[in-house]
């Protein structure tokens, strides 16, 4: 069974520029989880997705977004890119919202100059 | 809130035994996880708490008391692959969100 997916490993963009980041589950998890990992401030909670509805969401601006899609396929959007935005970004799938285990995808490395 | 702590880093030696710690705070407590992050690599899953007392697997333990808002992770045999980040996690809050702390930078010496 494929793993977490996640497209573009890595990135660069400017400050200002927006950004779209995608995550694709285990076949047949419907739970997705996005977070954010810098030295600094370890991984922190973005938001959380199933059957295509925002559960929950963590306190990030609301320049970041995101949305799920009928296949569980998982996008955010980072929009006027900030250089604090320079970050990991991780995917976690998982088969249901109760689940005790996530798996993690290998992230994407975005960097804004 | 949610409020997770755990120490920033540690030092071991091979073949011997370290214990990782984890207090926590938090409302409507739902589970409490570990994770294992090697450099430039994905968090992968160790062990989930949910009732109080001791989860074996392997040569890893991890522990919960959960009236104590403690937890910790128990290496033994260690190989200098155990070289990571560990992280503690926790489920729960209004919301029953994953809260991670900012981890245990684990160093092995031969």
């Known amino acids: 069974k494929a793993g977490v997916t996640q497209t573009p490993r890595y990135l660069i963009k400017t400050r200002g520029q927006q950004v779209t980041l995608s995550c694709s589950p285990i076949s047949g998890h419907r739970s997705v989880s996005w977070y954010q990992q810098t030295p600094g401030q370890g991984l922190q909670f973005l938001f959380e997705y199933f059957s295509e509805t925002q559960r929950n969401k963590g306190n990030f601006p609301g320049r970041f977004s995101g949305r799920q899609f009928s296949n569980s396929r998982s996008e955010m959007n980072v929009s006027t890119l900030e250089l604090g935005d320079s970050a990991l970004y991780l995917c976690?799938?998982?088969?249901?919202?109760?689940?005790?285990?996530?798996?993690f995808g290998p992230g994407t490395r975005l960097t804004v100059l | 809130g949610q409020n997770i702590d755990q120490p920033t880093e540690m030092t071991a030696t091979e073949g011997a035994i370290v214990q990782i710690n984890c207090t926590y705070q938090?409302?409507?407590?739902?589970?409490l996880f570990w994770y294992q992050q090697h450099a430039g690599e994905a968090p992968t899953f160790l062990s989930y708490n949910v009732l109080d007392g001791l989860e074996e697997k392997g040569r890893f333990s991890s522990f919960l008391s959960r009236s104590k808002g403690y937890s910790y992770l128990l290496l033994k045999e260690l190989q200098m692959k155990d070289s990571a980040s560990y992280l503690c996690a926790v489920r729960g809050g209004r919301d029953d969100k994953i809260i991670f702390g900012k981890g245990t930078r684990l160093h092995i010496l031969p």
């Open positions: 976690a799938s998982s088969p249901n919202r109760d689940s005790n285990e996530q798996f």
């Open positions: 938090t409302s409507g407590f739902n589970g």
